[in-house]
């Protein structure tokens, strides 16, 4: 087995925010190749996000987004499983893509918004950006409550 190119190892890290380990094995596993390594850190944040979906998300935040017109804004209820998670800056970052997707796209309730595709990378929809969280940060998380306001 190829050692993995340490280069490479300190993008997908920087891309991804997948465990050193994670991104190592999955550079070893693909010979080097970025794609393949990308995709199998991907396939794993889904992975893991299937294993930790039952369990009870009681923390979390409520975030507001009011787009720069001031004409349009939303609210969103996200939770997760611990308070520690909830203080991170990639929980925060999540929790204000979401509720910018929300502003922007309208959707009529939580289940139309995860089908949506996501606005920044129309490749994957919100409920793969939330797996990947998930996968990043090691804990359940919920989008419990969406609110949009409009003028």
């Not at 396939?43 to 409520?62: F, I, M, P, Y």
């Not at 975030?63 to 349009?72: D, F, L, S």
């Amino acid at each position: 087995m190829i050692s993995a190119d340490i280069k490479l190892l300190k993008k997908l890290r920087d891309e991804t925010s997948a465990s050193i380990s994670d991104c190592r094995i999955a550079l070893e596993e693909s010979n080097n190749d970025y794609k393949k390594a990308l995709a199998f850190i991907q396939k794993r944040s889904k992975e893991k996000a299937e294993k930790k979906k039952d369990r009870e998300t009681s923390q979390g935040l409520v975030e507001a987004y009011i787009h720069q017109n001031g004409k349009v804004g939303a609210l969103i209820e996200i939770l997760c499983e611990t308070d520690f998670v909830a203080r991170t800056d990639e929980f925060k970052k999540l929790a204000h893509e979401i509720a910018m997707q929300v502003a922007a796209m309208d959707p009529k309730d939580v289940n139309s918004l995860l089908k949506q595709e996501y606005i920044r990378d129309s490749s994957i929809t919100i409920s793969d950006l939330i797996k990947q969280a998930i996968g990043k940060l090691g804990e359940n998380i919920v989008v419990k409550k969406i609110t949009r306001f409009s003028l």
